[in-house]
């Protein structure tokens, strides 16, 4: 790879400013780090087709990605061919990313050198550069992303990089993405993306994608880079003052300094400790209690949890069946394959108490769920009270070894992603309802064991009654008043 400061660009524009004769223009770092290289490098890999360049801030990955995008649309450029460069608003799109892009950051020049750029290449009303070779890099936001979506549905794209991407957090987002993938089809190339992020929680997809060891996907790549890498280029009084946040806000150090996923502010569970917590899978003894809960959803996970508890009151949680976009036949299914794998029956079932809401005039997904044979009781639904009793038990040390009286199999993934990302909700005491499928599942069995503030409404009971009390009939077609022989 060879680096330089300064291009010269052959050819002679034509009429329209149109170069016809391009030469390879690398991007002018003046002092590229060892991990903007790495990146670069990382970009130009055959096979790789999504490269995350993410860690602290003041790293330099801002200004590696554009000028790898400028970089791109001259090398690959010519009429038409079209790159975009998004943040989520364009609030912060102005102010950062195209900023640095137009007009450069600090001390740094402009990401894209002025040389490349026509006069009136620049069009503020479209948001958009027109290159001297007639590549076009259109500026856009995310800021909805369903619209978003719709605008580059039919837009041909040969590449496109969104900056700061961990404020892109949902399956909305997630989507957006899909589609600008599916949008790269220019066969000039090099239909490639990139992204730059600051560390976020690990249950946020774009760690799934591109950083989990067990879920990331074969054409993408992860280069991380810590701030200490880029210090060279950064005031020293700067670096000392982030320096010092390792005392005074280590979680926050070990994010933005360290680049660290999985560390931010406002957890839930900050005793959560993979060594101690997590266990590996045994047999479960016969005379073990089983209580399963259960969180039905459709787009949102169906979440099973079977807890097992120990002669001395440990609870182990031993598995689970988190899957989204099935009916309750599927899981009804599933939750009787696994018990018959493990070679146990739970003594008691308890469900997210919105399940026995009727659907239709006589239907609910919990006497659904009865049909198939997965009775449950209504859970009880106390929020602050069940993931008090969690962290209690989390915490909670039993004399025999020390260890807590909560502990998770290591075959349970879901739950051991979640955990550990659960956050506050901003003014409240509750927990973000984002990614806590299993967690409900098992706040549920857990509060099996605590009474229940609000008894059943006997008439409501009466109805359940009446209506399995028809459907028995119906299959053994019978009528009112006979008896089962």
């Not at 770092?29 to 970009?43: G, L, Y």
């Not at 900023?99 to 479209?126: E, V």
């Not at 040969?158 to 957090?169: H, L, R, S, T």
């Amino acid at each position: 790879m060879t680096w330089i400061t300064t291009g010269e660009i052959e050819g002679v524009p034509d009429e329209e400013g149109i170069v016809t004769v391009k030469d390879t223009y690398p991007p002018p770092f003046h002092c590229p780090t060892p991990k903007q290289e790495q990146f670069w490098d990382a970009c130009w890999t055959p096979g790789v087709e999504e490269i995350l360049f993410g860690g602290a801030i003041r790293s330099g990955k801002t200004q590696a990605a554009i000028k790898l995008i400028t970089s791109w649309a001259w090398n690959y450029g010519g009429p038409n061919w079209k790159f975009v460069i998004m943040r989520k608003t364009y609030r912060e799109l102005e102010d950062s990313t195209k900023a640095a892009f137009l007009r450069g950051d600090g001390k740094m020049p402009p990401g894209c050198p002025p040389q490349l750029i026509p006069p009136r290449g620049y069009k503020g009303k479209d948001e958009m550069v027109v290159l001297r070779n007639g590549a076009e890099i259109l500026f856009r936001s995310g800021e909805n992303p369903s619209d978003t979506e719709d605008k580059l549905r039919n837009v041909t794209l040969a590449g496109f990089f969104i900056d700061q991407v961990e404020e892109f957090d949902g399956k909305d987002y997630e989507a957006m993405y899909e589609t600008m993938l599916s949008r790269m089809s220019d066969p000039r190339g090099p239909r490639k993306a990139i992204l730059v992020a600051n560390p976020s929680s690990e249950d946020h997809w774009v760690y799934t994608r591109f950083v989990d060891p067990l879920r990331k996907q074969e054409q993408t790549r992860y280069i991380h880079v810590t701030l200490d890498e880029n210090k060279d280029n950064l005031p020293e009084s700067y670096v000392r003052m982030m320096e010092r946040r390792k005392v005074s806000n280590p979680t926050w150090y070990k994010r933005f300094v360290l680049g660290e996923w999985g560390a931010f502010g406002g957890k839930r569970y900050s005793c959560w400790d993979p060594a101690i917590h997590v266990v590996e899978p045994f047999p479960i003894p016969s005379g073990w209690e089983i209580v399963q809960g259960i969180d039905f959803g459709w787009s949102h996970p169906t979440a099973v949890i079977w807890c097992a508890i120990d002669f001395d009151g440990r609870w182990y949680v031993v598995a689970e069946h988190v899957e989204s976009e099935k009916p309750i036949s599927y899981h009804a299914h599933k939750i009787r394959e696994i018990e018959k794998t493990l070679n146990i029956s739970p003594s008691s079932r308890w469900m997210d108490p919105s399940t026995w809401a009727k659907r239709t005039e006589y239907e609910s997904p919990g006497m659904e769920f009865a049909d198939y044979g997965i009775e449950a009781g209504r859970a009880q639904n106390d929020r602050l009270g069940g993931w008090n009793r969690i962290e209690e038990m989390l915490i909670d040390r039993m004399e025999a070894d020390s260890l807590p009286r909560l502990q998770v199999f290591s075959t349970c993934t879901h739950l051991i992603r979640e955990i550990p990302n659960l956050r506050i909700k901003d003014g409240t005491d509750d927990v973000d309802k984002v990614n806590d499928d299993a967690s409900d599942s098992l706040r549920y069995a857990i509060m099996s064991r605590m009474p229940s503030p609000e008894p059943p409404d006997p008439e409501e009971d009466l109805d359940r009654r009446d209506v399995y009390a028809k459907r028995i009939m119906e299959r053994f077609k019978m009528k009112e008043g006979e008896a089962v022989v």
